[in-house]
């Protein structure tokens, strides 16, 4: 079985620029959430993709926004970057609503 | 005032101790509830899953749930120092959406 994987593993960007993160859910799921923890906390909730359509949304500017593909897979992408979206961006399915499993997460820092 | 708290810590144990780690929620609305571990530079990995009150038993950990008190928690039994991570608690309420406390950092100690 095949689990969650994201890519890229890090990346580094500057103020202003555009950024896409991608992941591939686990064999067998259909939903795909995406959440940012900054150093310290606990992840954060942004979205969530279930069967291609957005299925929830957490408190993140419309400069967050994402896809969800027919196989799965999702893309998260930002805008505007700003230092504060520097984080580890984690990417984890589930199968409806059963327990999330996370990917090893994209760490982006902004300079 | 945050949905799911989590005493910081460090909890500092000894091996071979009973591990006990706490965490209150503020959504009566919450119906499932999530201890997640991560080690340092990682990826939350999923260690228990608890949805009625009572007690859940897996090999050394218990989670427990109590909705009226809105109280969870993790118990270690024989703790390792492998057991040494953040342990992150969440809640989820009808949308799936997991809202995460801020962790507790586990430290066992030789």
């Known amino acids: 079985e095949t689990g969650v994987t994201q890519s890229p593993t890090h990346l580094i960007k500057t103020r202003g620029q555009q950024v896409t993160l991608r992941c591939s859910s686990q064999s067998g799921h259909n939903t795909v959430s995406w959440y940012q923890q900054a150093l310290g906390q606990g992840p954060q909730f942004i979205f969530q993709?279930?069967?291609?359509?957005?299925?929830g949304r957490g408190n993140f500017p419309p400069r967050f926004s994402g896809l969800q593909f027919p196989n799965y897979s999702s893309e998260l992408n930002v805008n505007a970057l700003e230092l504060d979206d520097s984080a580890l961006y984690l990417c984890?399915?589930?199968?409806?609503?059963?327990?999330?499993?996370f990917g090893d997460g994209t760490r982006l820092s902004i300079l | 005032q945050k949905e799911v708290e989590q005493n910081s810590g460090p909890l500092s144990v000894p091996e071979g101790a009973i591990a006990s780690l706490n965490c209150t929620y503020s959504?009566?609305?919450?119906?499932?509830f999530f201890w997640y571990r991560q080690y340092s530079g990682k990826s939350p990995e999923l260690i228990m899953s608890i949805y009625s009150n009572g007690d859940k038993e897996d090999g050394r950990f218990t989670a427990q749930l109590n909705k009226a008190s809105q109280y969870v928690s993790l118990l270690i039994r024989d703790s390792q120092p492998s057991d040494s991570a953040t342990y992150l608690c969440?809640?989820?309420?009808?949308?799936?959406?997991?809202?995460f406390g801020t962790g507790t950092r586990l430290q066992v100690t030789l």
């Open positions: 959504d009566r609305g919450s119906q499932s």
């Open positions: 969440a809640g989820t309420g009808t949308a799936s959406k997991l809202t």
């Open positions: 984890a399915s589930s199968f409806e609503a059963q327990p999330q499993h």
């Open positions: 993709y279930y069967r291609e359509e957005e299925n």
